[in-house]
């Protein structure tokens, strides 16, 4: 069986704490890959998100085993907090299926999030940079693609929002029909804003404005996303002239009020008006809902969305699983047809150096005529005896035998013959 | 013939039916499997539809429109049609259950008590009467489809307000293309519907001598064109929007519908052909 070996320090194993002390920037990673490669790996993959931080590799040295890697990594860091129960290990066919599952996004801590695809191909490209990936780590790569692109074209893992602020972009183009013609206002420079903002912005908004009590940063975002900004004093004056007013700020009371909305609707002659109040505590009065053609929605309502979009996500994993099944095979298919080749030919050697060692010790019992003779007869003797062995052998790979049982048969082989040299040295 | 009639008029029904359950089955599931092969389905079903109502008009000698049965089949047809067309035209696939559930009503109805009546009184055999009749039942298939877009539209209003996030929200288009949808229709029924009476008005005399304009279809036609009339204005000159005009569309289809049964198994009007 190949050797493969993975370490994972990922949100099932570990806090924050130890996820964050354990990240890896892209300069870290090189330095990593360089000193990994050093002393543990012919080949291998560093991936490090705000999630997981993972190594896969071939090791150099048939022995080394994943608490090796362990403890490579505790010494790497130096971090006299993380536990080995921080850690979770794969070998074999269980590290690819772990990498499938990481890049088809089922083990994300937000079920379906296709960020990790994009994070998992640049991992790939940092190691083919350092020359870190061989043939192997390539075939791995392809087949990790190949199922990340499966889950998000043939299921519904990625679709849906799943983030508050993500859900009331889709809350919106549930009620306008082409957002490019609208107008949005952004209430509250902080995180949240900022992270709404850019969603409007990527699903190409019309106009966008924010607002903060300080004016200066919101001129800095607004500098960076390349929109307006409007003083926080003079806000609600403006507030007509907004199909979609986001409010996102740390104000301890609400700073919108229903007579506020009520002025703005007659201004709007009463156009549709979407109000987000994704402020906790909240800034807008929530009985604008009542105001005909007003949409409030807070971030309780949002999170309905959310949560729904996540159980249809989970719903998608078994599916996922399958794709991941299929492709595991195909690669453990690929892989064992490299030692399938090998056999036939390792097979063929033994023999061959068995007929040549006999002949040549009773070849003076012939005359010289017939010696010719012999060796042709061995030879063919040798040829109908392996004929089938062959046959079988190439058959293992065509014809709808499991990865595992060719691995098993020829092992057995190998075993029988006594030909059981290592030559995936070789290929590794 | 008559037998290829009545296969097809024991057929369409089905046909309609199966046509259903596939839009159906894909807006209450989601998965997009017979995106295209329903869109295969309904335009066989319109096929066969059109084939139904040849037979009739070449084997009965007058096109399907002499009685209110005959009237139903064609309404049936002419409404999935214009959602065909629509769903062609917007690519919009999701709302095809909601109206092709119309054309079943109409298309069952018409199948269980239609009868073939090959002699019609000789004013049902005028040129104007066909079109006249023509422009009526588009005008009402657009004044349906403007409806059940409108009473979409107040569905999906609805469930956002009240945060409901279930198969109308995951579904249904926005609500402005809804919005949009019924307020088209409701323009091309509108039209269609003026061609209609303008026509009527001008048949009429020569047609019935004893016509009244007090009679109760002629009344329910108008009330119907007015209401239309007037949302249609009001929406262009931007005095109402949204729910008031969808409102006013669905009160409109309501009328119209009220006043067709009235019309034709209630009362006495010169408008009842059978």
Known sequence: MMNILAVSINHHTAPVELREAFHLNSDEIKNLIHRVKEELFSEGLIISTCNRTELYGIPKDQKLDVLDIQNFIFKYKNNKEVKPENFQTFASSEAIKHLFKVISGIDSLLIGDNQIYHQVKEAFQTSEEMQFAGVLMKRIFDAATKTGKRAISETEISEGAVTVSYAAVQLIEKIFSSISKKSALIIGAGESGELAAKHLKDRGIGRLVITNRTLERAEKIARELDFETLPFNTFKEKMHEFDIILSATSADELIITKEDIRNTMKERNHTSLVLMDIAIPRDIDPSVKEIDYVFYHDIDSLNIIVEQNLSKRKFEIPRIEKIIDEEIDTFIGWYNSLEVAPTIKDLRDYFENIRAEEVGKNKNRFSTEDQEKVEIITKRIINKILHQPTVGLKKINDFGTTPEETAVKVNVLRDIFGINHNNKEEKE | ?274
Do not use: C
């Open chain 2, 1 to 274: 013939m008559s037998y290829t009639i009545t296969i097809l008029n024991v057929l369409l029904p089905l046909l309609y039916i199966g046509t259903f359950g596939i839009y159906a089955y894909d807006f209450w599931k989601g998965e997009k499997r017979f995106t295209n092969s329903k869109r295969v389905l309904l335009f066989l079903t319109l096929l066969f539809h059109v084939v139904y109502l040849l037979v009739r008009t070449i084997f009965l000698s007058h096109p399907p429109i002499t009685n209110v049965f005959e009237i139903f089949t064609v309404l049936a047809f002419s409404i999935s049609f214009s959602y065909f067309i629509l769903e062609l035209v917007t690519d919009i696939r999701g709302t095809g259950p909601f109206i092709i559930i119309i054309s079943i009503i109409f298309q069952v109805i018409s199948s269980l008590f239609i009868n073939d009546i090959t002699f019609v009184k000789e004013i049902l055999r005028s040129n104007l009467l066909g079109v006249h009749v023509f422009s009526a039942l588009v005008g009402y298939s657009g004044i349906t489809i403007s409806a059940v877009y409108g009473f979409l539209y107040l569905t999906l209003y609805k469930d956002i307000k009240l945060n409901k996030f279930g198969l109308i929200f995951n579904r249904l288009p926005n609500l402005e293309v809804l919005e949009t949808l019924s307020y088209y229709s409701a323009v091309i029924g509108f039209i269609l519907l003026t061609m209609a009476i303008v026509i009527g008005i001008i048949w009429l005399p020569k047609a019935f001598p004893n016509y009244s304009y007090t009679d109760p279809k002629l009344i329910g036609t108008f009330t119907v064109w007015a209401l239309y009339g007037i949302g249609i204005l009001s929406k262009t000159f931007g005095k109402w929007r949204g729910k008031k005009v969808v409102f006013l569309s669905i009160i409109g289809f309501v009328i119209a519908i009220l006043s067709t049964m009235f019309t034709n198994f209630l009362s006495s009007s010169f408008h009842s052909f059978y």
